[in-house]
């Protein structure tokens, strides 16, 4: 029986690798790494001709890594093995390493163009060497090399013509970083692409093979950092038994230039240290932090340092003893600081007891305590003041503390962003907040200079994106939600990309370098976070989804245990209008602004109509700059999110047999779950905001299929994430 079947089955499989016919389904599995042969065949030929060789004359981890990188990607690129060497024996070789661990790096005396690109930059250079053509990889350290070899990669992936190369780049933010919300029973809060990609139970003794690959994935975008657990933290993990294991991972990361990070819970000296007390000022318990630290750099070596939730949200801080936050955030800095490692401290803190308005309140807590904070401590702010919503103005903060590094976070999960089902290209989103002009220090003084440290002139700088990697195959549960880590990693390199050019650069890496598919594909994702903004919440509307998971519409939440966790909160509807009075009048958080941007946000007439609702209290028939009075303004706004996302259907459907059809279905049928909720989010905020507003819907506007009534019922169970 064996024999016949291995008879029958053999010329089959060799037919099929000649043809090329792919043996695996195209799940997504490879990202944008998928470095399948060029099929342009002038293209491939050129490159054939220029890269005939690798040759690395370094010996170490991070050289091996890149020299692993490049031989699998470009050999699949050129459908031809290239061998990897110590000598330069040939023409079209690339030359890969730094002047103190390449001889021929060395000689090409690069030292003055070095100079500039710090520990992480590099230099990609065509160049003669020893009489041969060769194009050079160089940089001051390994890591550089590192990311070097992933831009050559992605020169070809693009199909760039790299006859003629001279470009250098360096990250603009030093610490690169995506923070998982990763628990440690491998629930993931606020992620929609399966359960966590640590697998706990098996470290340290069985390192899935998957870490390499999430670990090259980010080496590829310049991510430098990660940080393992929530920030709702478990105090386990700081104990012998998980350092073990989180070495395990720090070790698998490290030849790929991505350091390890903890969440650090505030009471741990309690919890685990059997301590009666976690006050920061009290001596015992920094010397269990000073111990805990050391043990940490036992296990592991270059480990990044700790990121920290405190007094927010129910969670333990230094405020339970009468402290400061910088009292607590100092005291975990001074236990690092000997290790070279640094305190992430999350500016995301409002006060049950204070019956302010939540926009306030983390600025209310910080400002003060500009100033007072130890050099290896960064304070990391939110990209907007209430919580990651489809569109925010930039957090107040942003400016407001000039001494003191102030670190970015944002949300690639898309928690308030239709979850995994829903798709939003999220750079336009993290380039809105990057390029908004706070006016700290006049005109031009961006979120994006405070955040590279430029405008304050601060040497720590960091951009933090919450993850939305969970173990699904694909990664990223939705397809192409695998766009929104590639560019918060390429924008925290380097924010002054633009998101066309990521997108296009991301698009033909992930599908194909042909018109007909780029084409379409940069159509469906470049606006579809506008989409969102439009059929969730458009002019400056927020925080109105469903309890708890945040999925869905759910205007009417109201009478909970916290104001400020309700819907009602943040819209105000009545029968005169809708919105949050923001200005003098209301709770004047514009005020926290500078003043030219204050003035803008808190006037009526020049107030972005974008933000209009989250700053005003705006009535019914007040008339926008479309002529249109604000109630049919909003129901036509609520409208074009669903038209939009129906395009972006139509677009996507002229990809089938251009691309496989595996992630063409994929996408298709979660383009139909969009639009569907989109509806859903339409007519449920309608017809709930019809009660107050009292108006027919606009001409233009699809009746609603059912009832406030059919909606108010939805309850959804066992929404993943929470
Ligand atoms: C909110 C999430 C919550 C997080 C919190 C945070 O709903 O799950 O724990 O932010 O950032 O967006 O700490």
């Given at each position: ?35 399948d ?36 990607g ?24 730094t ?68 470009l ?43 870490y390499v ?7 590829s ?12 933290a ?45 006050d ?9 932090w ?20 405190a ?19 100092n ?155 590639y ?38 994702m ?56 923001r ?44 002529g ?37 279905a ?15 989010w ?41």
């Amino acid at each position: 029986m064996i024999k016949l079947s291995r008879l029958f089955f053999a010329p089959l499989l060799l037919l099929l690798l000649a043809t090329g016919f792919p043996c695996r389904a195209e799940d997504g599995y490879r990202l944008w790494l998928r470095y399948d042969q060029i099929q342009d065949a002038g293209s491939l030929k050129n490159y054939r001709q220029s890269i005939k060789e690798i040759v690395l004359q370094a010996n170490s981890p991070v050289t091996e890594a890149a020299g692993q990188e490049l031989s699998r990607g470009l050999g699949g690129l050129l459908g031809t093995a290239v061998p990897i060497t110590q000598k330069l024996s040939q023409q079209g070789a690339v030359v890969a390493g730094t002047p103190a661990n390449s001889p021929l790096i060395a000689s090409l005396k690069l030292g003055d163009k070095l100079s500039s690109l710090g520990d992480e930059g590099y230099l990609l250079l065509s160049t003669r060497l020893q009489g041969k053509n060769v194009t050079v990889i160089a940089a001051n350290t390994d890591t550089g090399v590192l990311y070097g070899a992933f831009h050559l990669l992605r020169l070809l992936q693009t199909q760039q013509d790299i006859k003629n190369l001279s470009l250098s780049s360096s990250p603009k933010v030093q610490h690169r970083i995506l923070n998982h919300w990763d628990n440690l029973d491998r629930t993931v809060e606020r992620g929609y692409a399966g359960f966590s990609l640590w697998d706990w139970h098996k470290l340290p003794d069985y390192k899935d093979p998957r870490y390499v690959d999430y670990a090259r994935a980010n080496a590829s975008i310049g991510i430098n950092g990660t940080v393992l657990t929530n920030v709702n933290a478990n105090a386990l993990v700081l104990t012998e038994d998980y350092l073990k294991k989180v070495a395990a991972l720090a070790d698998v990361f490290r030849p790929w230039g991505l350091k390890v990070y903890l969440t650090a819970r505030f009471s741990a000296p309690v919890e685990i240290g059997g301590l009666e007390t976690a006050d920061p000022l009290d001596p015992k318990v920094q010397a269990w932090w000073t111990d805990k630290v050391s043990e940490i750099y036992r296990h592991v070596p270059d480990f990044g340092g700790f990121l920290v939730k405190a007094n927010s949200e129910g969670q333990p801080g230094p405020q339970n003893y009468g402290r400061t936050h910088a009292d607590g955030a100092n005291m975990m800095a001074d236990a690092l600081a000997p290790h070279g490692g640094i305190v992430m401290w999350r500016a995301f803190v409002y006060d049950n007891e204070v019956p302010d308005d939540r926009h306030k309140q983390a600025y209310n807590e910080f400002k003060p305590l500009d100033g007072t904070f130890r050099k290896n401590v960064m304070v990391q702010v939110k990209n907007g003041a209430i919580d990651f919503q489809p569109r925010e103005p930039f957090h107040p903060l942003f400016g407001a503390m000039p001494q003191t590094p102030l670190m970015m976070e944002f949300q690639i999960t898309q928690e308030y962003l239709g979850l995994a089902t829903n798709l939003a290209y999220l750079a336009p989103l993290f380039k809105e907040t990057l390029d908004s002009d706070t006016y700290a220090k006049g005109e031009g003084s961006t979120v994006a200079k405070v955040v590279d440290g430029s405008l304050h002139n601060h040497q720590l700088t960091g951009m933090a994106g919450v993850s939305n990697i969970g173990n699904d195959r694909n990664w990223t549960g939705h397809p192409l939600g695998q766009a929104n880590w590639y560019s918060f990693g390429r924008l925290a390199w380097d924010h002054s990309l633009s998101s066309a050019k990521i997108l296009d650069e991301w698009t033909r890496m992930t599908f194909s370098n042909q018109q007909q598919v780029i084409g379409p594909v940069k159509e469906v994702m470049l606006d579809s976070r506008e989409a969102v903004v439009n059929y969730m919440t458009p002019l400056g509307l927020h925080h109105i989804m469903g309890w708890s998971h945040h999925w869905g519409p759910a205007p009417w939440i109201k009478d909970k245990h916290r104001a400020d966790w309700t819907s009602v909160y943040y819209h105000r509807a009545d029968e005169q209008g809708i919105g949050f009075d923001r200005t003098a009048t209301g709770s004047n958080a514009v005020a926290q602004y500078f003043p030219p941007v204050a003035e803008k946000f808190g006037s009526l007439e020049k107030c972005p109509e974008k933000f209009l609702l989250w700053f005003h209290h705006v009535p019914w028939n007040y008339r926008l700059q479309s002529g249109r009075i604000l109630w049919d303004e909003l129901a036509l706004k609520y409208q074009s999110g669903v038209d939009s996302v129906r395009q972006m259907q139509k677009t996507w459907n002229t990809l089938e047999g251009e691309i496989d059809p595996e992630r063409f279905a994929h996408v298709k049928a979660f383009l139909a779950i969009q639009e569907k909720e989109a509806r859903w989010w339409r007519d449920a905020c309608l017809l709930y905001f019809q009660t107050f507003s009292k108006r027919p819907l606009p001409e233009g506007v699809e009746k609603p299929e059912h009832t406030l009534e059919f909606y108010m019922k939805q309850d959804a169970k066992f929404v993943p994430g929470i």
